[in-house]
């Protein structure tokens, strides 16, 4: 019978000698429950190995809630038990791993894992507030505004507010080509622009943003160039 702390021993041995094989570097994290996981989150963790069997919070349970704000962590779920393997699969699991652990499987899983994905990470911005923390890829974000001495940012199917002015978000975000400002309170993801109708950006979800005058001009030049370049 598994406990939570002889499966974290086991498991840190398994991934240390995969490390010796290999030569890759991994820094651990250990929580022995998802409550206390989440409430230590970070927005730049690169894979969870979870059981799915934990006393307080379960491990599906804890990647419901990982998912609501980073959906591009990998997750692994370790089980006893075949029948909840499917179930891991909705909160984006890239695989699983019966209990006891194989050093074979796991390290035929890892290698899968980095050669998919080493290399291949996609920018992203993360933050956190009063909600929880966040990691949005930059692809997924829409647009920021302006609120009160903050900004909102709009991503996926919501919306949060990152605590920084505009000023600095704007020196993060156009860092990437495809974000602009094109007002004083607005920067907009131009791979979402559908058109452009008198002084406002139409989003292809069907949102206005509006473009100020002065910035008319250069936001036009830049779309442009960007539309070009996708064509």
């Keep these: 019978m598994y406990n939570i702390v002889t499966l974290i021993v086991e498991l840190k041995e398994l991934l240390s000698r995969y ?3 290999t030569g ?15 409430e230590n989150y970070q927005p730049d963790f690169d894979l969870i190995f979870m059981d799915i069997k934990m006393e307080k919070l379960n491990g599906l349970k804890t990647a419901e809630e990982i998912r609501k704000t980073d959906r591009t962590v990998g997750l692994f779920f370790l089980t006893s038990l075949s029948q909840y393997v499917w179930k891991g699969y909705e909160y984006g699991a ?11 499987r796991l390290k035929m899983e890892l290698d899968r894992f980095f050669s998919r994905y080493q290399g291949r990470e996609e920018p992203y911005i993360s933050f956190a507030n009063d909600s929880g ?9 829409r647009y920021a505004e302006t609120s009160r001495r903050n900004v909102l940012l709009h991503f996926d199917d919501q919306e949060q507010v990152i605590y920084k002015n505009m000023k ?3 020196s993060i975000l156009e860092t990437q080509r495809q974000f602009v400002r094109c007002h004083a309170s607005f920067l907009v993801n131009m791979a979402y622009v559908k058109s452009v109708e008198n002084l406002e950006a139409v989003l292809t979800t069907g949102e206005h943003i509006p473009i100020s005058q002065p910035k008319r001009k250069k936001f036009m030049a ?8 996708m064509l």
């Design 19 to 21: 490390a010796a094989d």
């Design 24 to 38: 890759r570097e991994f820094h651990f994290f250990e929580f022995n429950d998802g409550t206390e996981l989440l």
């Design 94 to 104: 890239i695989n699983y791993l019966l209990k006891p652990m194989k050093y074979g």
């Design 133 to 141: 923390k966040y990691k949005v890829l930059y692809k997924n974000l």
């Design 168 to 170: 600095e978000v704007a």
């Design 222 to 229: 830049k779309l442009a160039d960007f539309w070009g370049d």
